[in-house]
């Protein structure tokens, strides 16, 4: 998404337009967005952002992982558990050629991925780091404590339950979908929603960072 420049001769009707309809857009609140039939990856902005609030989970290189680790520089956060059979892997593949077709912006602007494993008891960080490392090198995964996990996800409107233990197959995790979008101040800035598409959401995050200051 693009703004041009505004010509001199424009009349003000038309300005005043195009700048009530982008007031609009930059002010959606958080909730729920449904994509039309044919369309691609949703985004909904919110403004202003919400700061997160104090968590302590612990990175896959046993490093802490808490609000101060997500200062200074841009995030993409993603819930899921490495024993989920379908959508966690899409995500995060479609998250590796997001993470490509950003490979153009400074270092400054370019985002971390966090995979955020909601299944404690049965993903290690061992486990975590050698999964999320299949797809990108560079991305970071982490765990804690459900407790711990609760307050970040619900802070992301993230929340997640677990499913009644089966015998043959174990239990398995409901979480969301989306992907939070973490700014250098440690707000919430955006978030995506199904169905994700990783050259849409490479095109959105330049403008979330425009729109933002592009400044850590």
């Known amino acids: 998404m693009r703004i041009k420049p505004y010509l001199p001769y424009i009349g003000i009707a038309t300005f005043a ?6 007031a609009g857009y930059l002010n959606l609140k958080h909730r729920p967005s449904v994509a039309p039939a044919g369309q691609t990856t949703t985004i909904v902005l919110l403004r202003p952002g919400r700061l997160l609030p104090a968590f302590k989970l612990q990175l896959d290189d046993g490093k802490p992982f808490t609000r101060d680790a997500l200062s ?5 956060l993603y819930f899921g ?5 379908d959508v966690c892997p899409a995500t995060l593949a479609d998250l590796t050629k997001m993470a490509a ?3 153009g912006l400074p270092p400054a ?20 780091r050698d999964y999320v490392k299949y797809f990108d090198v560079d991305f970071s995964a ?27 197959t174990g239990y398995t ?14 707000r919430e800035v955006a978030l995506y929603t199904p169905p994700l598409i990783a050259s849409r959401m490479a095109d959105d995050y330049r403008f979330i960072i425009k729109i933002q200051g592009a400044q850590p």
Do not use: E
């Open 72 to 76: 200074g520089h841009w995030s993409l």
């Open 142 to 168: 982490a765990t804690g404590s459900v407790d711990q996990l609760r307050i970040l996800a619900k802070a992301l409107g993230a929340d997640f339950s677990y499913t009644p233990p089966d015998q043959s």
């Open 101 to 103: 077709a950003l490979k």
């Open 81 to 85: 558990y490495t024993h989920c059979k």
């Open 109 to 128: 602007q370019r985002p971390q991925v966090y995979f955020i494993s909601v299944d404690p008891k049965r993903d290690s960080l061992t486990g975590l």
């Open 17 to 22: 337009l195009v700048v009530g309809g982008l």
């Open 173 to 186: 995790v409901n979480h969301s979908n989306s992907i939070m979008v973490v700014d250098p101040q440690v």
